[in-house]
């Protein structure tokens, strides 16, 4: 295979993946009222990033966060927390790239990619969204906005995590080289 051939191939799936990443975001099992969801989305951004590298993935990611936006009836109160909680939370999946060629790197890449974007989550609910803090949440009282942001976000994205960790993991059972890569000529 030429390079513009892998490029193509690249560029094709990224586009098969981000719009097969948001189908899967309108079958939710439960949706935040603030901004969240618990679904199975970010799968196949973390296997596009798993197969083609942090670079690619990262952009892939960055695409999808953006038509999350605006197809996926996003909220936002200003620029920073539509940049922060949908282009630059869903461009760290990319960072699940890193694992790219490893054995399991299906699976570390779906927590580590799943850690950054609610790191970002976490950092955006704090200082973008912290103004809108209740008084209580979960019938604890609210006090600090990073315990709350950390706790609003825990809320869906350690869900996110398991459902797309458990399904990864049948995945590289059924097509490991697929999941890893193999499949690609360098």
Not at 16 to 41: C, E, H, K, N, W
Not at 149 to 176: E, H, R
Request: aromatic share 16%.
């Amino acid at each position: 295979m030429t390079k513009t051939h892998n490029r193509t191939r690249a560029l094709v799936e990224a586009a098969i993946m981000i719009a097969l990443a948001q189908l899967l975001s309108y079958i939710t099992l439960y949706r935040f009222p603030y901004g969240g969801s618990v679904d199975a989305a970010m799968l196949p951004i973390v296997i596009f990033a798993v197969r083609w590298g942090a670079g690619r993935g990262t952009l892939a990611g960055f695409c999808f966060g953006l038509l999350q936006y605006f197809l996926g009836n996003g909220i936002a109160i200003s620029w920073l927390s539509l940049l922060g909680d949908y282009a630059v939370a869903f461009a760290a999946l990319g960072v699940a790239g890193l694992f790219k060629g490893k054995k399991l790197g299906l699976i570390w890449g779906c927590l580590v990619g799943s850690l950054a974007r609610f790191i970002v989550h976490w950092v955006v609910g704090a200082t973008v969204w912290g103004e809108y803090m209740p008084e209580t949440f979960w019938n604890m009282e609210m006090t600090n906005t990073w315990v709350y942001s950390a706790l609003y976000n825990i809320g869906y994205m350690f869900f996110c995590c398991v459902i797309i960790t458990v399904i990864s993991a049948v995945f590289l059972k059924v097509m490991p080289k697929y999941m890893r890569g193999e499949d690609i000529k360098r």
